[in-house]
């Protein structure tokens, strides 16, 4: 019962702690701009709303919140020790990088930066200086980079199991540049969610009044006493597809993370080991998180654009929310072919196919097997005026979006990235990607 009552004292002095923080805020802030962002280029591509941004981040903010729990019980028993100095290190270089590129706004950028950093600060004789510079040496050495580095590895395992789940629902569609400058359909699965953590650390000065009953992996002296710190994190993934459904997309980048955590951690087991090996270990963290996007790349680029529009009929991109499109249960992927029995080869002839009959919907298509498929549907009076589907580009097509990463200035500017095909930015709407009947 001591036990349960010193962590539960414990456990609430942290989250006061956290909640005075303002990292988790800075969080929930950059998610808020990411999702606006989001819904800006939905609207100013297609002119419709396919995600209502206070709904994401709410399911961010709850997800976040369990993964927190899941990540601090597991912390509980391999023991990091971490400091509020470790804190402000890891938020610090992620700001910093931050201003270079938005998916930098990960901790396995910033916890390598300073494991290399620490690294090199330990050939000078920068701890013996006097002033701030002495002291920020001091406090860069105290860092158990090893356990930061283990504890980066267990968010991008949870981050695995959240892009597998929820990937796919946070996908948005787009019009992007093909290889040859023709301009195809893809999508933009990305999500963020901000992860409080309540850490078991070691405490020198017997800050516990009773001894753990269980003994933590490693992290230091755990006889001196111990104590939980509130460590406010976010985890996030941004992707880009031309050649996969946004639900193959989200298995293919889950499956990357979860060999990047198993990697990371190997190698910061070895540098707990062996502390000469840190060097190694911030390596890992730093080159392959960059084999994640590597590997994205070329894998894309290995196979040809998927929502391209054929001689079979139209491809559809996406569907919209709430319209017949979804009551009849067409997919992003599949292939108009038919309407009210005439063949379909453009948006026009779309349009004028669905005025042949003012009652139904009849529809023939190709699943994403190619089977064809009957769906039909009464038309009912006051419904949604639009079928609902956005069809892949075609010649046509005007607007497509940026697929550079953007930067942190790029975030807190209006979003401005559809862009005319001959390269200047595009100010208006551009409504040729659905379906007006």
């Known amino acids: 019962m001591d036990a349960a009552n010193a962590l539960l004292d414990q456990f609430g002095r942290a989250i006061v702690h956290l909640l005075a923080q303002p990292f988790y805020y800075i969080a929930v802030l950059f998610i808020i701009l990411q999702y606006t962002r989001q819904i800006s280029l939905e609207r100013r591509m297609f002119a419709v709303r396919l995600h209502i941004w206070p709904r994401l981040v709410a399911k961010a903010m709850l997800a976040g919140l369990a993964a927190g729990v899941l990540a601090s019980v597991a912390g509980a028993f391999i023991g990091i020790t971490l400091t509020g100095d470790a804190v402000l290190w890891l938020w610090g270089s992620a700001v910093v990088l931050l201003l270079f590129r938005i998916r930098y706004l990960c901790f396995a950028y910033g916890a390598g930066a300073v494991a290399l950093l620490q690294w090199i600060v330990g050939f000078t004789s920068l701890e013996n200086s006097e002033g701030w510079l002495g002291d920020a040496a001091n406090s860069l050495a105290g860092l158990d980079m090893p356990g930061i580095f283990v504890l980066v ?36 699965l990305q999500g963020f969610w901000p992860v409080p953590l309540l850490l078991l650390v070691p405490a020198a000065g017997g800050t516990s009044v009773v001894d753990l009953p269980w003994t933590p992996l490693f992290g230091g002296d755990w006889t001196q006493g111990w104590t939980v710190v509130a460590l406010p994190m976010i985890i996030g993934f941004s992707e880009m597809t031309r050649a996969m459904l946004p639900e193959a997309k989200a298995r293919h980048a889950a499956k990357g993370l979860m060999w990047y955590s198993l990697l990371l951690t190997g190698a910061a087991l070895l540098a707990w080991w062996l502390p000469a090996l840190l060097p190694l270990a911030a390596l890992c963290s730093l080159l392959l998180h960059e084999a994640i996007i590597w590997r994205s790349r070329a894998v894309e680029s290995a196979q040809s654009p998927l929502y391209v529009n054929d001689q079979r009929g139209l491809r559809i991109l996406g569907i919209v929310p709430g319209t017949p499109a979804e009551g009849m249960k067409l997919q992003a992927g599949e292939i108009i072919s038919k309407v009210n029995g005439a063949r379909v080869f453009t948006k026009e002839d779309l349009h004028e196919a669905l005025q042949n009959n003012s009652a139904m919907y009849k529809l023939e298509v190709l699943n994403r097997e190619g089977e064809i498929k009957f769906v039909q549907r009464a038309r009912y009076e006051g419904e949604h005026h639009q079928l609902g589907v956005i069809l892949s580009p075609d010649e046509r097509a005007t607007y497509y979006a940026s697929a550079e990463p953007a930067t942190l200035i790029d975030l807190l500017r209006r979003a401005r990235t559809a862009k005319r095909s001959g390269g200047v930015y595009a100010e208006e709407e551009d409504r040729s990607g659905t379906l007006n009947v």
């Open 153 to 188: 590895a267990l968010l991008h395992l949870v981050e695995a199991f959240l892009v597998r789940r929820q990937g796919n629902k946070l996908a948005t569609p787009l019009f992007l540049e093909g290889k040859r400058g023709k301009l195809v359909g893809g999508y933009m």
